[in-house]
C-alpha cells in the first residue's frame, strides 16, 4: 500500500480531507448568516433562497445588513454586486477548469467562490486543479445552504459566533492556499503586497468591495517585469 | 414586489453574470500564455488583498488585535509547512482564547 500514494483516490481523499476544514468551518458562518438574518427580522424564506442563488457570503452578509439598517433595497443589492465584482476576475482564472460541456460550465460558474478558487489554484497541475475545484465547490454549496437552513430555522439559540475565532479561520485558510504560489515567485510577492497595502489603505474611505479590487493595480509592475523578459 | 425579493433577484442576477464573464469568453478567445499567467496572479492578488483585509479590517474601522493575531498564528504554521487543518484550527483556536481571555 505504501507504494501508492498517487492514486486518483488518494489525492481525491487529501483533497476531500482539506476541504472539510474549509466546509465546516463555512457551515458555522452559514448558521450565523441564517439566525442573524431571522434575528433580524426577515422570514426564513429570504436567508435560504438568498443563500442558494446569490451563493456569496460576504455580498449576503452585507446586503442583509443593509436592509435590516433600514438602508434600502437599491443600497443592499449594490453593495452586494460592488462585493462580488472580484467574482469576475476569479471565473477568469478558473474558466479552464469549469467544463466541458454547457451545462457543467453553467453549473461550474454558479460554484465561483473565493474558497473554491483558492483552492483549485493551490494543486499543482490541471487534473487536480479541476477536482479540487468541483470538489471542494460542489460540498461548499452543499454545506453553506445547509447551515443558512439550521441557522435560520434556529433563530438566536446559537449565541455568538464570534466566540469560536471562526473570523480568523478564513483569512488563514487564505493565506495557507495561497503560500505554495507565493513562495516560487518574487515578482508575484511584490504584487501582492503591494495589492495588499492599497486595499489596506482604501478600506477606511470606500464602499465595501472596492479595495480588494484596488489590489489589482498591484500587477502593473509584476505585467512590467514579466513583458521586460 | 417586496424589497427583500428585489434585492435577492438583481443580487442573484449581477453576480450570476460576473461568474459567467470566464466560462463566456473561455474558448471563444484565445486568450495568450502571458495573459493567462496574468489572470492566475491576478486571483492570487486578489486572495491576498481579501486575506489582508479581512484579516485586519471590519466595516471599514480595525477588527481588534484577536482576529489578526489569530491570522498571524496560521501564517507562522502556514509558513513552517504545517498541514493545512493545523494551519487552520491553529488561527481560529488562537482568536478563541484571546477572545476568552478578554482581547477584543
Known amino acids: ?229 | 414586489m417586496s424589497a427583500s425579493v428585489a434585492v435577492i433577484l438583481v443580487l442573484a442576477v449581477g453576480t450570476y453574470a460576473f461568474r459567467l464573464v470566464g466560462p463566456a469568453l473561455h474558448g471563444r478567445v484565445e486568450l495568450p500564455a502571458r495573459v493567462q499567467e496574468l489572470l492566475s496572479a491576478g486571483a492570487v492578488v486578489l486572495l491576498v488583498a481579501l486575506l489582508a483585509t479581512g484579516a485586519l479590517t471590519e466595516g471599514g474601522g480595525f477588527a481588534g488585535w484577536a482576529r489578526p493575531a489569530g491570522v498571524l498564528v496560521g501564517a507562522v504554521l502556514a509558513w513552517r509547512r504545517a498541514p493545512f487543518a493545523v494551519v487552520v484550527l491553529g488561527a481560529a483556536v488562537a482568536t478563541a482564547m484571546l477572545r476568552a481571555a478578554g482581547v477584543a
Open chain 1, 1 to 229: 500500500m505504501r507504494s501508492l500514494p498517487r492514486t486518483p483516490w488518494t489525492r481525491n481523499r487529501r483533497l476531500i480531507r482539506d476541504s472539510s476544514l474549509v466546509w465546516l468551518a463555512s457551515g458555522v458562518v452559514g448558521v450565523s448568516f441564517g439566525a442573524i438574518s431571522v434575528a433580524g427580522g426577515l422570514p426564513v424564506w429570504v436567508p435560504v433562497v438568498m443563500s442558494l442563488v446569490v451563493y456569496a457570503g460576504s455580498a449576503q452578509f452585507s446586503a442583509v445588513g443593509v436592509l435590516l439598517a433600514g438602508g434600502g433595497p437599491f443600497a443592499a443589492a449594490a453593495t452586494g454586486l460592488l462585493l462580488n465584482t472580484r467574482t469576475a476576475a476569479f471565473s477568469l482564472a478558473v474558466a479552464d477548469l469549469l467544463g466541458p460541456g454547457r451545462a457543467a460550465r453553467l453549473l461550474g460558474a454558479h460554484l465561483v467562490t473565493d474558497e473554491t478558487v483558492a483552492f483549485a489554484l493551490a494543486q499543482p497541475d490541471p487534473a487536480r486543479r479541476r477536482a479540487a475545484f468541483w470538489i471542494s465547490g460542489l460540498g461548499l454549496f452543499a454545506v453553506w445552504n445547509a447551515g443558512v437552513l439550521a441557522g435560520a430555522l434556529a433563530g438566536t439559540a446559537l449565541g455568538d459566533t464570534a466566540a469560536y475565532g471562526l473570523d480568523a479561520a478564513f483569512p488563514a485558510v487564505l493565506v495557507a492556499l495561497v503560500l505554495p504560489a507565493l513562495r516560487k515567485d518574487a515578482p508575484l510577492r511584490r504584487a501582492a503586497a503591494l495589492g495588499a497595502l492599497l486595499a489596506l489603505a482604501a478600506t477606511p474611505a470606500l464602499p465595501a468591495g472596492v479595495p480588494v479590487l484596488l489590489a489589482l493595480a498591484g500587477l502593473i509592475p509584476y505585467g512590467r517585469k514579466e513583458a521586460a523578459v
